[in-house]
């Protein structure tokens, strides 16, 4: 008797706890903790808007949990939780966990196939789940209505390949975390397809259309009032549209006008992007917007400098002032060379810019960007820089504003015949000034200055101070005054005088506290590097000449007057120099944040650069964003000369290619090999020269190689970025890195070549055998390095003498 009450009360208890876990889910907008929805229960939006269940799509068995609209038939369905794993019965249950993690569970096994994976580290105790009129699926703690704007996690955070009015599809720069728009695989499968629709903020904003990794169709920048590549996107009456970059978030989203109005954007399987909206009086969905892609929205099919005209047979041309870089190649419709000037660029003084109007803006990977300037402020950043190809305005609207900078190549032009954008093209002086007559006899060009940054040497800059050495005794000894001593103009080869700004000895004393050791900031081979103070307040690093220093002296007499000239905002600025009896000392700006080998060989430091912060710096390096603090050797090239030979080597050991260490060969390829240098440096934590492996001699160069063959290249990367890692990005910046530092110059890229490398993902060449395989052994200890790798921190300037 006992027996069978016992058993009634079970089944009685058992029949409560079902009620309880079902009842909330029909005709309500929320769910508890621990409440389950499951097959036929469905939880409903306030209004009766959206409807959140499982379903099956199409002609599927295989079972989802997604939001639709509630009163739309047949069914459309704008989110999916678990698209790419999809329960194959009905057993399914939909939860959310006292942790505030919405999962669901196969019932059958207790698998959970799909988890809202929630990243909060807040300590949550009643959480609700509801689902809103937006369509968007919020978890919050319950009581705290303000959290319900920011809440703990929401679906609108995670859009499948719809896009809703308030979603936003972009970047969160706070959490890393990325929206993008993804096409389902078919009409009955909701898993990834082939097509996503992303904005790529590798320089100034700009959305793709990809097809698997490919760039399928570049939308392009926001320019204020549209994206470039699609001028027909106006303003309309129905919905507005907004583009946002700062410093929290970049992201794109449009909003209703008349919040009466139901509108979707879909990115359907087929890759196309369609706009529709709900006609109750039709009960069906209508076609507004649909964006048909024509040949010259193949991503990047005129090649650099190449512009696309649909109205032109064939369609692509030069933009004027270029000329087909492989001519048979282009009269042949194979445009993959592209274009190139027809005068070059020699970084000459009198280059301008010419404008190019009604186009689509090229491709803004690697570009920099300012929102604040002006347009002449623009101009005047690009034209300080040999570097800048390209400017514009970021913003049309109005009067206009903003200003992004483009380097390298320009690709993935077009024209259009209305609402096109302008855009400034650096131009030789005889390109605009010139008839076509005088262009052609203007094939010589004119000495370029190329200043590799791999050869950090401050002979030059000591070389000037000394050269004026005995002009100032000349001037003192005919009574001439004064804080800056001048250049005859007689003995130079310019028309401008040369002024270099005098610091006298004493000043430099009493700036330093007398050269304090807790004042040094440094020491290389030129000598030791002092922080010091001025009277006025300006801090200053003070680069004192050492009494043993080997730099040599005589050889740039000439390259004087080039310095003098070079004013660049990536060159840490000289402010003069010091000669009394026999102190010679160079005076800097100061940079307080130090040089980067301060942060990724300190064991301490090296943990505030994650991954991200160091990826960005490698770009950075490669359009030469940084400030840099030390003069190379400038060199002296004719146009058509790529290489030349010098009796002396300078240069950083463990920097210099081989060939220039070697037999002081140097080249433009000579730079290429220290950026890999420093790529594989900044991944590893460990620095190229007296670096150790616990089981064999190679050098890290020759380490990363030996991880490359055997696919560990993972091993590389510094353990402190263990948890900030993207290993896509990790692997392809090893395997560029790789690329750089071949042995034989003309396998390693161009620097255009490295830059369109990290903004791609497409397949990159299998890199050659390294120059320098070998190191040598050593004792000391690493600081934040990779496993079995030992890095000492020893900082210096080398001289070698050429073989």
């Not at 068995?61 to 038939?73: E, L, P």
């Not at 102190?583 to 991200?612: A, C, R």
């Not at 530092?741 to 050659?768: A, C």
Request: with cysteine.
């Amino acid at each position: 008797m006992y027996e069978r009450r016992m058993s009634e009360i079970k089944l009685i208890f058992g029949y409560l706890l079902l009620y309880a876990s079902i009842t909330p889910t029909h005709a309500a907008d929320t769910i508890s903790a621990n409440q389950i929805v499951r097959y036929n229960e469905t939880i409903i939006s306030p209004l009766e808007t959206f409807e959140l269940g499982f379903f099956n799509p199409g002609n599927s068995t295989n079972h989802y949990v997604g939001i639709w609209y509630k009163k739309i038939s047949p069914r459309t369905v704008v989110w999916v939780a678990n698209r790419n794993t999809p329960l194959t019965d009905t057993s399914g249950e939909l939860t959310l966990t006292l942790q505030g993690v919405l999962i669901i569970r196969d019932a059958t096994t207790g698998n959970i196939v799909w988890s809202s994976a929630n990243s909060t580290t807040l300590q949550v105790r009643n959480p609700i789940g509801q689902l809103l009129d937006t369509g968007n699926f919020i978890i919050y703690e319950e009581g705290d209505r303000i959290n319900q704007e920011d809440p703990i996690w929401q679906s609108f955070d995670f859009i499948t390949d719809t896009l809703l009015p308030g979603m936003k599809q972009g970047w969160n720069l706070i959490s890393r975390m990325e929206s993008r728009l993804t096409s389902w695989k078919s009409d009955d499968d909701p898993a990834f397809g082939e097509f996503s629709f992303r904005i790529d903020n590798r320089g100034y904003p700009q959305v793709f259309l990809m097809k698997g990794q490919k760039v399928w169709f570049r939308v392009g920048s926001w320019n204020g009032l549209r994206f470039t590549g699609t001028p027909s996107l106006t303003l309309n009456r129905f919905y507005n549209f907004t583009f946002v970059v700062d410093q929290r978030e970049i992201y794109y989203q449009y909003n209703l006008i008349d919040t009466s109005l139901i509108t979707r954007l879909v990115l359907q399987p087929s890759g196309s992007l369609e706009r529709f909206f709900w006609i109750d009086s039709k009960q069906e969905w209508s076609l507004f917007l649909s964006r048909q892609l024509d040949q010259c929205d193949l991503y990047a099919l005129c090649g650099s400098f190449g512009n696309c005209n649909m109205g032109k047979s064939p369609v692509c041309e030069c933009l004027k002032g270029f000329e087909p870089t492989s001519p048979d190649q282009w009269k042949n419709t194979d445009w993959s060379q592209g274009c190139r000037h027809t005068i070059p660029l020699d970084c000459n003084p009198g280059e301008g810019f010419k404008e190019y109007s009604k186009l689509k803006l090229p491709d803004t990977q690697g570009s920099w960007f300012n929102q604040t300037m002006t347009l002449v402020e623009c101009e005047k950043m690009c034209k300080s820089n040999c570097s800048c190809i390209a400017y514009t305005n970021s913003n049309i609207s109005g009067t206009g504003s903003g200003c992004v900078l483009w380097f390298g190549d320009l690709i993935d032009f077009k024209t259009f015949a209305e609402n096109g954008d302008t855009l400034y093209i650096r131009m030789s002086p005889l390109e605009l000034e010139s008839t076509e007559n005088s262009r052609s006899s203007s094939a010589g060009r004119r000495v370029r200055v190329i200043v590799p940054v791999a050869f950090v040497v401050l002979v030059i800059l000591v070389s000037i101070c000394l050269f004026y050495r005995f002009s100032r005794k000349k001037q003192q000894q005919q009574g001439t005054t004064g804080n800056n001593f001048r250049h005859d103009p007689k003995n130079r080869s310019g028309d401008e005088d040369l002024e270099l700004p005098l610091f006298g000895l004493s000043v430099l004393h009493k700036a330093t506290n007398n050269f304090s050791v807790n004042n040094k900031l440094g020491e290389g081979g030129f000598g030791p590097v002092y922080k010091g103070v001025l009277e006025d307040g300006k801090e200053i690093a003070v680069k004192r000449l050492a009494k043993t220093s080997n730099q040599g002296l005589h050889e740039f007499k000439n390259e004087v007057i080039l310095i003098s000239k070079l004013q660049h905002r990536n060159l840490v600025k000289l402010l003069g120099c010091c000669i009394e009896g026999d102190e010679v000392m160079l005076i800097y700006e100061h940079m307080p944040n130090k040089g980067l080998d301060s942060f990724i060989f300190d064991k301490t430091q090296s943990e505030l650069l994650d991954w991200p912060a160091r990826y960005h710096i490698m770009i950075g390096i490669a359009h030469m964003n940084p400030k840099i603090s030390d003069f190379g050797t400038a060199r002296t090239f004719g146009g058509s000369q790529i290489e030349a030979k010098t009796k002396k080597v300078v240069g950083t050991y463990g920097y210099m290619a081989p060939e220039y260490a070697g037999s002081g060969i140097f080249s433009i390829k000579s730079d290429v090999y220290s950026f890999g240098v420093l790529v594989l440096e900044i991944v590893s934590g460990g620095k190229n020269r007296g670096f150790v492996h616990k089981e064999h001699y190679n050098s890290l160069i020759g380490h990363a190689w030996g991880l490359h063959n055997e696919g560990q290249s993972m091993q590389l990367v510094a353990k402190c970025l263990s948890e900030s890692i993207d290993e896509s990005q990790v692997l392809r910046s090893i395997h560029v890195g790789l690329l750089c530092v071949q042995r034989h110059p003309e396998d390693r890229p161009t620097m255009t070549s490295v830059i369109l490398m990290f903004g791609s993902e497409g397949p990159l060449p299998s890199p050659k055998e390294p120059g320098f395989y070998v190191g040598e052994s050593s004792q000391h200890p690493g600081q934040c390095s990779s496993n079995g790798i030992h890095s000492n921190n020893e900082l210096s300037i080398t001289m070698l003498n050429g073989r």
